[in-house]
């Protein structure tokens, strides 16, 4: 248990569907991020909050739209995704002030596009 | 540029010494990372490592820097089956008043008898 919990752990759904995945951390942590883990390929960040603004958007496409009402939660919003959007989809959180920081992972989101 | 590079895939006999390598580009990086992730699981901090030094050891694992080369290994000494799983190399970039973690692709380490 690292204190980083993301719901679902497991997600099927249409293309043509609108889902959420939710992570959540009580770690005082004030960065937040979204990383997207494909078969074979590095880990891709694709977001990240620091302070519940967002700091980095990296080319990614507009149908995932990420959330931080506030410190402790995150969410990423999806919508008429594609087959390739198939991923296990992590967040993580950290002390983004500081140079050495521990990032703690959430279990992830096993996504699954049909 | 941000590139961490690893070699895919591991296989050794139970009782052996495992290495695990990596090759990062940024020369600005002040921390370099291990992480181990388990099948279903997240990625979990294994170790990590100060950008001034060349070597860190924490029980059965060590950790050796060559800065000039940009080169990071961890080796895992007396390897385990329980220490099948997939290891990641990162680097840590320290930009714009946050902390961003470059992930190579992962190795994955199998143990056999």
């Known amino acids: 248990e690292t204190g980083v919990t993301q719901t679902p752990r497991h997600l099927v759904m249409g293309m043509t569907n609108k889902k959420s995945l939710k992570c959540e951390q009580h770690?005082?942590?004030?960065?937040m991020y979204w990383y997207k883990q494909s078969a074979k390929k590095p880990l891709e960040l694709m977001f990240v909050y620091s302070l519940e603004e967002r700091v980095e958007n990296n080319s990614v496409p507009s149908r995932f739209s990420p959330e931080c009402p506030n410190s402790s939660h995150l969410f990423l919003h999806l919508h008429t995704l594609q087959p390739e959007d198939s991923a296990l989809y992590l967040c993580a959180s950290s002390q983004g002030f500081s140079a050495n920081t521990e990032a703690f992972f959430g279990q992830g989101t096993r996504l699954t596009v049909v | 540029g941000e590139d961490v590079e690893q070699s895919l895939f591991l296989s050794v006999r139970e009782g052996d010494s495992s290495v695990i390598n990596c090759t990062y580009t940024?020369?600005?990086?002040?921390?370099l990372y291990w992480y181990k992730q388990e099948p279903g699981a997240g990625l979990q901090l294994l170790t990590y490592i100060f950008s001034n030094m060349d070597m860190k050891q924490d029980q059965r694992l060590t950790v050796l820097l060559n800065k000039k080369d940009k080169h990071l290994s961890l080796r895992i000494a007396d390897t385990q089956t329980g220490d099948s799983a997939i290891y990641f190399c990162?680097?840590?970039?320290?930009?714009?008043?946050?902390?961003?973690?470059?992930f190579g692709a992962g190795t994955r380490l199998a143990v056999h008898p």
């Open positions: 940024d020369s600005s990086s002040t921390y």
């Open positions: 990162a680097e840590s970039l320290f930009s714009g008043g946050y902390n961003k973690l470059i």
């Open positions: 770690l005082g942590h004030n960065a």
